[in-house]
């Protein structure tokens, strides 16, 4: 399979400007691609944001590629080799701000079903794009907008595939199955201000806190299960005090978050949180934050598919994996029972000079074309 088709659009993707939330042009530079393939479109703005929902056909099932032109701010510019808006190659590489994360995978989902469609003109099913320029940021305004616009006319999605840059080494030996959840909290220790002079006249809830941190840190919250690891806690922040060195300070405000399995739900995890401070006798707050929840996709028709496009692809067995942060795949799950993310390699995603190797392109277009011809039986 030939590069240029591929390595043309991402390089048209990369030259546009899109620092979140914006889109800097590439919205309707996909429009423009897939207009003549017989897409309809529409826009599902909200705030700042540009969300773009597009479909070609009527008819199930609906597999839909999803991902995001926006991009994390470029860093200083002095330390870019090139500038990071003017994609350049250099050494078998495109370099610019997106390579990885993940306007390359955007342009091979669009080659991908370029070449489907000319294949395959009257194929079954629909096939549609959900395109952000709001994951890099607050993720507001996104993909979570576009599929409340969906839930609310009760339209659903019977397989997914997100681009995002799952790959550790080379193209297609890694990708998501699943995500872990996100529940964080905001936790105040409350005791009694006074001299530190004389203690017995207050209540240190630093001293409190300290023995049910170390249980907390010592939880074993569940076992994981054959997708997830087991779940974690971590603490990201402490702070207590006035700035005085002669005072006990009146409360202890603690940072926490929890990433957790599908072995365990936020609502078991918040009452053993609790019912391990009510045993130490603390007199506190918290405030919960529920990030995500833990999504999964077995082994079953997209899984299969997704397996058997990079085997005969690459030659590569793929891994599923559940490991690595949160994605818009949170939001989707919602409305869709199958959902795997396929992508580059990961490992310069966010830095200076984020790249990716030009001869991936090619083949991440074949894989992508691949799960298409498999899901919709052509």
């Not at 390595?7 to 993707?13: D, E, F, G, K, T």
């Not at 559940?322 to 310069?348: H, K, L, W, Y």
Request: some cysteine.
């Amino acid at each position: 399979m030939t590069t240029e088709a591929t390595l043309s659009l991402a390089q048209a993707l990369l030259a546009c400007p899109s620092v979140t939330p914006a889109d800097g042009g590439s919205l309707e530079l996909i429009k423009s691609r897939l207009a003549p393939l017989g897409f309809s479109f529409e826009a599902i703005d909200r705030g700042r944001t540009r969300n773009l929902w597009a479909r070609r056909g009527t008819a199930k099932p609906l597999f839909c590629f999803a991902g995001h032109v926006d991009v994390v701010p470029t860093g200083p510019l002095e330390q870019w080799t090139s500038p990071p808006f003017e994609p350049e190659i250099r050494d078998g590489y495109l370099y610019g701000r997106g390579a990885a994360d993940m306007k390359s995978s955007i342009a091979a989902m669009i080659v991908a079903v370029e070449r489907f469609v000319a294949a395959h003109p009257e194929h079954p099913g629909s096939i549609a794009f959900l395109i952000t320029s709001d994951e890099e940021g607050d993720a507001l305004d996104g993909t979570v907008a576009v599929v409340e616009t969906l839930q609310a006319r009760s339209e659903t999605l019977d397989y997914c595939i997100i681009g995002e840059p799952t790959s550790v080494h080379t193209v297609g030996d890694m990708v998501k199955n699943g995500r872990r959840g996100s529940l964080s909290g905001k936790l105040k220790v409350k005791g009694i201000q006074c001299h530190i002079a004389y203690p017995d006249k207050g209540r240190n809830p630093i001293h409190q806190l300290a023995p049910a941190l170390t249980e907390l840190a010592a939880t074993t919250w569940d076992e994981g299960n054959e997708y997830f690891q087991p779940t974690t806690w971590q603490v990201s922040n402490i702070h207590a005090g006035t700035g005085a060195n002669n005072v006990v300070p009146a409360h202890v405000e603690l940072l926490f978050n929890f990433r957790f399995s599908t072995a365990s739900t936020p609502e078991s995890l918040q009452q053993r949180f609790t019912a391990l401070l009510d045993r130490h006798g603390l007199e506190y707050e918290i405030s919960w934050t529920l990030g995500a929840r833990p999504f999964l996709t077995g082994r079953g028709v997209l899984a299969d598919a997704v397996s058997a496009a990079i085997q005969a692809e690459t030659g590569l067995t793929t891994e599923l994996s559940t490991t690595g942060g949160t994605s818009d795949g949170r939001f989707i799950a919602a409305i869709c029972p199958q959902m795997v993310e396929v992508g580059p390699v990961n490992a310069t995603s966010h830095k200076i000079d984020e790249c990716i190797a030009v001869d991936a392109l090619p083949r991440l277009t074949g894989i992508y074309q691949r799960i298409l011809e498999q899901i919709l039986h052509v």
